[in-house]
Nanobody, 124 residues
Framework: QVQLVESGGGLVQPGGSLRLSCAAS????????IGWFRQAPGKKREGVSY????????YYADSVKGRFTISRDDAKNTVYLQMNSLKPEDTAIYYC?????????????????WGQGTQVTVSS
């Protein structure tokens, strides 16, 4: 059974850091593009970052560039999202998603598998 499970969310003060994990089971992450998306209350889902399955290239939305880093550990079948210098506007539910595709990787509809989400709250 194909499954993605996020973890690592929580409550952090502005300027703090969190590392989200996306652990896969039932398929080998190595060949898949993995994206991170977030959705805040009352807002549309936003593509935050992705790492491609073909060459490991990465992409970041302007809103997180320079603060977030995506990486993968193929031995652990896990993708990480290191989030530094967190801001209140980063508060959202964060989801990871997987696809064998190579195009439109910041668009949610391009992904076949989704995790259940993990809450990130940035507040003092």
């Amino acid at each position: 059974q194909v499954q993605l499970v996020e973890s690592g969310g929580g409550l952090v003060q502005p300027g703090g850091s969190l590392r989200l994990s996306c652990a896969a089971s039932g398929f080998n992450l190595e060949h898949y593009a993995i994206g991170w998306f977030r959705q805040a209350p009352g807002k549309k889902r936003e593509g935050v970052s992705y790492i491609s399955g073909s060459d490991g290239s990465t992409y970041y939305a302007d809103s997180v560039k320079g603060r977030f880093t995506i990486s993968r550990d193929d031995a652990k079948n896990t993708v990480y999202l290191q989030m530094n210098s967190l801001k209140p506007e980063d508060t959202a539910i964060y989801y990871c998603a997987g696809t064998i595709g190579k195009r439109d990787l910041l668009m949610g509809w391009a992904y076949d598998y989704w995790g259940q989400g993990t809450q990130v709250t940035v507040s003092s």
